[in-house]
């Protein structure tokens, strides 16, 4: 089967999108090339000053390839309680990511260092109009309600679990992105099916390993989550693929259609 291959500008030509992953500094350097070479666009989030400014580096060495996110993420908000540098930061960068809540590192109760992170990232997300990419395991109604008081550009739910807030997710305007562990847990299956396939993205949050693969990573592992959700949605996988290609490029902020 041929690839489909989505038109972001005059010059490029795209055959997937991975929506979300971290872009270390041993290995990327083969990856973004590997990218480029294959018409694959990686958007790409920090999880910490550090991180950022890698992304910010890669994509303006490999642009159309790599798309920066900037942020802290909830493991790392302890951590990097100073954060004067990240309005800056997201102005060189295409959006804000990996921000959000997660009760398993710290705690997200009011005055803690990642409720005073999140918010302060969404409110300079709404102030650029950028957007975000949000992390939510475990506090998936928190960070609804926090949501509701920021308006900022496009927001993802990346690798969302929780079935019963994805009618609140959807009905926002939300995107969902699935990882693949879509290809083994029933849990995502049963959520992917009830998602609106205009709001649905893919990702392989590298470098997460997936054990039930066989521990394999990496992008590559992209088109067969679109290949999944196309077997769950009973539609032909080429027009998957492309679909979801098109969000990832409307969610960036692009006007690619449908
Ligand atoms: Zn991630």
């Not at 950022?52 to 060495?61: K, N, W």
């Not at 975000?132 to 949501?147: I, K, T, W, Y």
Request: glycine share 10%.
């Amino acid at each position: 089967m041929k690839c489909p291959e989505i038109p972001l500008c005059p010059r490029q030509r795209v055959r997937f999108v991975d929506s979300h992953l971290h872009l270390d500094a041993s290995d990327s350097p083969l990856a973004v090339a590997s990218a480029r070479a294959a018409g694959v666009v990686l958007l790409a989030c920090g999880v910490d000053r550090e991180t950022s400014e890698r992304v910010i580096s890669f994509a303006t060495g490999a642009p159309g390839t790599v798309e920066a996110f900037v942020g802290v993420h909830p493991s790392e908000a302890e951590k990097e309680r100073d954060l004067s540098w990240f309005p800056q930061s997201l102005e060189r960068a295409r959006g804000a990511g990996e921000v959000g809540l997660d009760p398993t590192y710290s705690s997200t109760g009011e005055g803690s260092a990642q409720l005073v992170a999140f918010t302060a990232q969404l409110g300079a997300a709404e102030r650029q109009g950028a957007p975000v990419q949000v992390h939510s395991r475990g506090a998936e109604s928190q960070v609804l309600d926090v949501l509701g008081s920021f308006r900022t550009g496009p927001l993802l739910m990346h690798w969302l679990e929780r079935e019963d807030v994805l009618p609140a997710v959807l009905q926002r305007g939300y995107y969902v992105s699935f990882s693949p562990a879509l290809l083994y847990s029933k849990k995502l299956q049963r959520l992917a099916r009830r998602c609106d396939p205009a709001l649905t993205l893919v990702e392989s949050d590298s470098p997460v390993s997936y054990g039930p693969l066989g521990g394999v990573h990496g992008p590559a592992l992209v088109p067969s989550v679109a290949f999944r959700l196309a077997e769950l949605w009973g539609l032909p996988p080429r027009e998957v693929l492309a679909q979801t290609a098109r969000n990832a490029l409307r969610f960036l902020g692009g006007d690619s259609k449908g």
